[in-house]
């Protein structure tokens, strides 16, 4: 019996979805067992998920595998809401902001009813784009069912520089310079 039989789908270790560390499989199970997050195990038909999911088995959350990273698979808009913030603050701090926000189409029911809109009835008509945080939601187009959208939560559009307005909360870090 060969090392590779015993060990779950994914291989001997596997990136940790939550702290990118390498984590390494527990032999006869499908799991693998990062130090500081815990348990994960690998998704399964009889679990109801994909192969190439792994299921925090101690707050549910689910990840899938694209191109060598883990996307975040929300069930809850707090959830999406708060990686959307995430990415939001992390691209300020890098010197881009956004411009718009592509939500994957099977998000679309569960955000819909959390997008702002124009208060007043001539804005809603005329300018009436969809916004969280401010910027512009679009959702992905029927026409790119590809693979990409299945696991993909969500795109931003940025553009290098600060936004001439903000249009959403960045400063959640103080700089030490300013401090003084």
């Known amino acids: 019996m060969s090392l590779g039989s015993l060990l779950p789908p994914l291989g001997e270790t596997i990136r940790c979805p939550c702290c990118d560390r390498s984590i390494p499989?527990?032999?006869?199970?499908?799991?693998?067992?990062c130090p500081r997050h815990g348990l994960f195990e690998v998704g399964s038909k009889k679990n109801g998920s994909k192969k190439n999911e792994v299921i925090h088995l101690d707050s549910g959350r689910r990840w899938q595998s694209w191109q060598g990273h883990w996307y975040r698979q929300h069930q809850q808009i707090e959830s999406l809401r708060?990686?959307?913030f995430t990415v939001l603050d992390h691209l300020h701090h890098q010197g881009f902001h956004a411009t718009g926000i592509t939500l994957a189409q099977r998000y679309r029911e569960l955000v819909t009813p959390y997008?702002?809109?124009?208060?007043?009835?001539f804005y809603q008509i005329y300018c009436g784009k969809l916004r969280l945080y401010g910027l512009p939601v679009t959702f992905q187009p029927e026409t790119q069912a590809d693979?990409?959208?299945?696991?993909?939560s969500f795109e931003l559009t940025q553009v290098p520089g600060s936004p001439k307005t903000y249009s959403y909360l960045t400063c959640t870090r103080i700089s030490e310079s300013w401090r003084k």
Not at 25 to 33: D, E, M, P, R
Not at 115 to 121: F, P, R
Not at 147 to 152: D, F, K, M, P
């Open 25 to 33: 499989a527990l032999v006869l199970t499908n799991a693998y067992l």
């Open 82 to 84: 708060a990686e959307l």
């Open 115 to 121: 997008l702002e809109s124009g208060s007043d009835w």
């Open 147 to 152: 693979s990409r959208w299945q696991v993909i």
